[in-house]
């Protein structure tokens, strides 16, 4: 088979994957929306759908700025492989779409420890306006999901837990076991150490460089996703305000991979928003997955694929 005819096959077979978990999501709205007018429908599809789409190329972009420097990726793959992902999840439950983001990443970088890495950072951010939203929601009384909450401090706590105070435990640990230990596993344990500590600080150099875009480009997107909501609201007849359209939000979020797996049903405001973020994103998969295979597939025949090249790449040392 050509190479062409192998970039058809891959983008048919995942094509095809993705177009069943939409039809999955689709019956799991279909009652909802069921009476909506089709002008009140086309109406939230151009304005509710392009603010989101919009929010989407600034996670392109942001994803790009860590990308670029850890993974050394171009900023087109980088922001192709966003694009191409991005749709998953909306229709896969219980974010088994970072799986999907953490391997398209390792095969792209060519590293499953940059990959992971660059996975943490990106995710972080959403994590912290997220832990700020409920926040707003408990301020109000209005917040009722309190393991979600727990969940989003406790994975904070740990991720700042591993950018600031593993690698210095990590170096203690490599000072005492060069000191006190001299059998044939010490090497092999020391190389381990240092291989983790220099990912760790590789990923601390990248947030210390780009944490002001992050930061920028995290608020910009929070608000556009707001405002998403908001607009949903307004065209549903709703009264719009900040503890409605957060809570919007948050359902939709919730609510989502429910219908997915459990078949339950969603009320008519998560319907619509999930329909809403749905279609233009489901439009932009069709029109990057053949470009991004383009580039993807390259990848896989340079060779780099390999767990030594990995830390090689990891540790920051040319081969």
């Known amino acids: 088979m050509t190479c062409y005819g192998q970039r058809r096959g891959i983008a048919f077979a995942l094509g095809l994957v993705f177009v069943v978990m939409v039809a999955r999501t689709a019956l ?6 069921a009476f909506v007018p089709l002008r009140t429908l086309a ?16 996670r392109a972009v942001r994803l790009a700025v860590i990308c670029v420097p850890l993974l050394e990726l171009t900023l087109r793959k980088a922001i192709l492989l ?25 095969v792209a970088g060519r590293s499953w420890p940059l990959a992971i890495m660059a996975l943490l950072i990106d995710r972080v951010m959403d994590a912290v306006l997220l832990l700020g939203l409920t926040l707003v929601l408990y301020a109000s009384g209005t917040f009722d999901n309190t393991l979600l909450a727990v969940m989003i401090v406790v ?24 000191a006190h230990h001299y059998h044939a596993h010490a090497r092999q344990v020391l190389v381990a150490i240092d291989a983790v500590r220099r990912l760790l600080i590789r990923g601390r150099a ?32 709703i009264p719009v305000g900040p503890v409605a359209t ?3 939000i ?30 233009p ?9 053949l470009p991004y295979l383009d580039s993807r597939l390259p990848s896989r025949r340079e060779g780099g694929l390999g767990m030594p090249g990995g830390y090689r790449k990891a540790l920051g040392t040319k081969g």
């Open 43 to 58: 109406l939230l599809l151009l304005s509710v759908g392009g603010l989101y789409f919009i929010s989407h190329l600034l």
């Open 82 to 106: 966003h694009l191409f992902v991005a749709p998953w999840s909306l229709v896969l439950p219980m974010k088994l779409d970072e799986l999907v983001r953490a391997n398209e990443l390792s």
């Open 28 to 33: 799991g709205i279909r009652s909802a929306i």
């Open 155 to 178: 994975a904070l706590l740990v991720i700042c837990a591993t950018f600031l105070a593993l690698p210095i435990m990590l170096e203690t640990a490599q000072r005492h076991v060069f």
């Open 246 to 248: 957060i809570s919007l």
């Open 206 to 237: 990248t947030i210390a460089t780009t944490w002001p875009f992050l930061v920028l480009s995290s608020l910009c997107i929070c608000a556009l996703e707001l405002a998403a909501a908001g607009v949903a609201l307004l065209l549903m007849g």
């Open 250 to 279: 948050l359902r939709r979020t919730n609510q989502s991979w429910r219908m997915v797996v459990f078949n339950q049903p969603v009320d008519q405001q998560v319907a619509l928003l999930t329909l809403a973020f749905l279609v």
């Open 281 to 289: 994103m489901l439009i932009c998969w069709l029109l990057v997955a």
